[in-house]
């Protein structure tokens, strides 16, 4: 995994594993698994049964080949993983291969003080890193469950905004084997989960399947053991995140939710493109009853600038304007050779290929099945120079579109949560900001749980 994968991986599951213990739950549904990462994590880590479905037999084959690996070199990393009292140990750096022991412990002692909210510690951990955990959705949980007839706490408390970061740990592969329970957990909350915790490695299950989830999807055709679980995503793309919880909140099984979405310009809107009469029932957005009432429509340019990441280019990251430059001059030019003003096609992630703005114009040419012989180098040389002294103006717009893009990206996470609050046997919901920002945008969590959540 690469560092923003694991920084999202090890703070999402910490969470789905105080979830799944405050809700008596062993059997977890990880919809968009991709290849696997946080679902290998949460049975290797926690002993938790996983089912990874993804529509993507590319990804399913390659979850199960990663597996397969993992065990044949499970020795290996059994050994690697004693360094840390977690279960995991602080990767090496490359610049600096052999480290002292005394320094690694030293690392890992100043992760678990900033864990545990402790201000003074945080400055051992990495730049990216936020500090004072103390408030998070996690340590909300675990304090509600030692106190169960306490009020319920308010939402807006449930905000997590200092999701630490993993400041190199090694990847989920250098897992302790032998401890199968959530070793961040206060002894008040630390529950048995029967023989999920107290069998041997092999109890803990892992299965990838291929299947295309919609929001009419029978689990139970998918899944043959399937019991009361659990059902999460990590980046669920497009329409996939509503979906999840339109099954979350019609299959009685499914008893919480913990999603998170990303990719909003491949959502579907209910009230866009009207005059084609698509058919569908269930769309991406909206949701909730008002907005739908409202014949709420984003459109995908905005919904594209929602995808846009404020806090990264707050940091001096910034936007990749001769990119987006290129595209702009590429659509003048097809509007005017070609006539076509909106295009179906789209070129996609091109500009990275291609060493020169004529290259580019060559290669989209050619993926958009245009003629290319209907506009010469000297045509396409000539746009580029005319369009060139405009490139700060596009910088300034698309800056705009930046600072815009949290209050459209807000707009359809609410639309999610009120979609959650009307119905009928959700007990609670929430928005929880589980991630750094900078190091994944697309930060926020849609958590709920029914009202027959064991909380005992």
Not at 152 to 165: G, I, K, Q, T, W
Not at 398 to 408: E, G, Q, R
Not at 419 to 430: G, R
Request: with cysteine.
């Amino acid at each position: 995994m690469n560092t923003k994968k694991s920084h999202e991986v090890q703070a999402m599951s910490e969470l789905i594993c105080s979830i799944a213990d405050y809700c008596g739950l062993k059997q977890i549904i990880d919809v968009g698994s991709g290849k696997g990462y946080l679902s290998s994590f949460l049975s290797l880590k926690y002993g938790l049964n996983v089912y990874g479905i993804d529509s993507s037999y590319t990804n399913t084959h390659g979850a199960k080949e990663r597996n397969r690996k993992l065990k044949k070199h499970w020795n290996l990393c059994h050994s690697q993983s004693r360094a840390d009292s977690n279960g995991l140990v602080l990767k090496m750096p490359k610049e600096s291969k052999v480290q002292s022991t005394s320094k690694c412990e030293g690392e890992c002692e100043r992760v678990r003080k900033s864990r545990r909210g402790d201000e003074d510690a945080s400055a051992g951990v990495s730049a990216g890193a936020l500090t004072d955990f103390s408030g998070s959705p996690v340590s909300v949980i675990r304090k509600q469950q030692r106190n169960p007839h306490a009020q319920p706490v308010e939402e807006e408390r449930l905000c997590c905004e200092d999701a630490f970061s993993l400041v190199d740990f090694l990847p989920v592969d250098g897992i302790e084997p032998t401890s199968q329970v959530c070793h961040t957990e206060a002894p008040g909350l630390r529950k048995e989960r029967g023989n999920a915790t107290s069998k041997s490695r092999g109890s803990s299950i892992y299965s990838p399947l291929t299947s295309f989830i919609t929001a009419d999807t029978q689990l139970h055709d998918i899944i043959e053991d399937l019991e009361d679980c659990l059902m999460v995503g990590l980046h669920t793309c497009g329409d996939l995140a509503p979906n999840t919880l339109r099954i979350f909140a019609s299959k009685a099984e499914v008893k919480g939710v913990c999603s998170v979405g990303c990719c909003y310009h491949l959502l579907s809107e209910e009230f866009e493109n009207q005059h084609k009469g698509y058919a569908k029932e269930n769309w991406g957005f909206p949701m909730c009853h008002y907005l739908k009432e409202e014949r709420w429509c984003c459109g995908r340019n905005a919904r594209m600038s929602a995808c846009l990441a404020l806090e990264r280019v707050a940091v001096g990251q910034g936007l990749p304007t001769e990119s987006l430059f290129y595209r702009a001059v590429l659509q003048n030019i097809i509007k005017d050779y070609y006539g076509i003003s909106k295009c179906e096609q789209y070129v996609g992630k091109i500009y990275s290929k291609c060493s020169s703005f004529l290259e580019y114009v060559r290669m989209s040419l050619k993926k958009l099945g245009l003629d290319e012989s209907k506009v010469s180098e000297e045509i396409i040389m000539d746009y580029y120079e005319k369009y060139k002294p405009r490139m700060n103006e596009l910088e300034a717009f698309n800056m705009l579109k930046v600072v815009l893009a949290p209050c459209i990206e807000t707009l359809i996470l609410l639309d999610r949560l009120c979609y959650l609050k009307e119905q009928k046997d959700i007990a609670w919901s929430a928005l929880v900001k589980l991630f750094d920002p900078v190091q994944s945008p697309r930060c926020y969590a849609v958590i709920a749980l029914k009202k027959q959540c064991d909380r005992s």
